[in-house]
């Protein structure tokens, strides 16, 4: 697919590690490898941290190496707010090197982009992946009482920009209410379930597991709701479900923590840490299981995994909030209360219906293949950026010289 407007030289800012394997890293990838298809110039600033990955027609740029900084989280903490520092000034420094059309800003970048761009007179795209003045309030009980300056800050974020890409229908309403005559696109995260490779890893017979499987895969932050999975578990267990919790992600610290959790509530013996697994593996191990989990308790933007859940024909337990509600309905899906009694009774249900887990799973999966596609999202993300290149003004010649930035 070619570009059917101007092509555009674009700075994609992802305060990220990359490549990992998980979900901004992965949308992160999944935009920038489809922008170069388009034929876009373009160029990734993340942080040191993460896999080299090739990415035909991208340049990676990165932070310079921070040893003292190591197993950045996904969610706000100080070490990914001193590479958000690094990252602001090495941004900087490619502008001042290369002449950008519009600046790509994903998630806090943002925020940055709004300085540059009164600096530099580069326009931004305000790519959102969640609202961060929710993130921040949830994160920091001590700044609820400032929520609505956040709220400020990140209306001003989304009015200052040249658009928006919302990754879900209620990120969209958020920057629609801030903006309502902004232009924005809600570009959908999409199955990862299309380019997966088998392996020999068989959960059953690695873990000696027998009698079905519940699997969760995703990190082990405590947004996701590990807490609530494993105590719904253990009331699971305690009314006679015979089932099983496998756990695939999350870093040496998390599932440390969280197996310690499984021994306290004494259900380790049914419960197995798989740890982290790549992304093309995905398909194979959903494959292997009986029920999917996701049953996240905070944010409002849906979970990445869930479209790859749907895609794999498996029914999906989740809980009963927008982040998971602008989605799944009961059509296709079993949906709880985020409460440990509620979640127990869909586990029970579900392992004592097989019939019913075949139907909502093959609803899921025409959902996924109808509307979360690679054909959609291509579609929209160049009509967007047609549409966007057409308000741009043109830029000066570039003058940097091609090579890898490390």
Not at 161 to 185: F, H, N, R
Not at 260 to 272: M, N, S, V
Not at 274 to 300: E, M, T, Y
């Amino acid at each position: 697919m070619a570009v059917t407007g101007r092509v555009l030289s674009i700075l994609v800012i992802a305060p990220q590690p990359f490549f990992q394997n998980r979900g901004t890293p992965i949308a992160v990838r999944l935009l920038v490898e489809e922008l170069a298809r388009l034929g876009h110039n373009v160029h990734l600033l993340v942080f040191h941290e993460g896999e080299d990955v090739e990415l035909a027609g991208v340049q990676v740029h990165r932070i310079p190496g921070l040893p003292w900084i190591k197993n950045i989280p996904p969610s706000l903490s100080w070490k990914k707010l001193v590479c958000d520092g690094f990252l602001f000034f090495k941004a900087i420094g490619l502008l001042r090197q290369q002449s950008f059309d519009v600046i790509h800003a994903v998630e806090e970048s943002a925020f940055m982009a709004m300085v540059l761009k009164k600096i530099f007179g580069v326009p931004y795209i305000y790519d959102m992946d969640s609202s961060l003045a929710m993130q921040v309030a949830d994160k920091v009980a001590l700044l609820k009482p400032v929520r609505p300056l956040l709220d400020c800050c990140e209306r001003l974020a989304v009015r200052s920009s040249t658009g928006v890409v919302a990754v879900c229908k209620s990120l969209e309403d958020i920057a629609i209410g801030y903006a309502p005559d902004k232009l924005v696109v809600r570009l959908e995260d999409i199955s990862l379930l299309g380019d997966g490779i088998s392996s020999d890893e068989m959960l059953r017979e690695r873990y000696g597991i027998s009698g079905p499987i519940m699997l969760y895969v995703g990190n082990l932050e405590s947004y996701q709701g590990i807490d609530l999975l494993l105590t719904s578990f253990r009331l699971a267990r305690d009314q006679g479900c015979q089932g099983n919790l496998v756990i695939i992600g999350g870093t040496t610290t998390t599932i440390a923590h969280y197996r310690q959790k499984a021994e306290e509530l004494q259900i380790a013996a049914d419960t197995f840490f798989v740890g982290p697994r790549p992304v093309s593996l995905l398909g194979h191990f959903l494959a292997q299981a009986d029920i999917l989990l996701s049953p996240r308790i905070q944010g409002n933007n849906t979970p990445m995994k869930l479209y790859s859940y749907l895609d794999s024909g498996k029914v999906v337990l989740a809980t009963d909030l927008p982040t998971h509600t602008q989605v799944l309905t009961e059509a296709f899906a079993c949906l709880v209360q985020p409460t440990r009694e509620s979640m127990a009774a869909g586990m029970a249900r579900l392992l004592a219906d097989p019939v019913l887990c075949r139907e909502l799973g093959e609803n899921g999966r025409k959902v996924a293949g109808d509307n979360y596609s690679i054909t959609a999202f291509r579609r929209k993300l160049q009509s967007f950026y047609d549409t966007i290149s057409a308000t741009l003004p043109e830029a000066a010649q570039s003058h940097f010289v091609p090579g890898k930035d490390s």
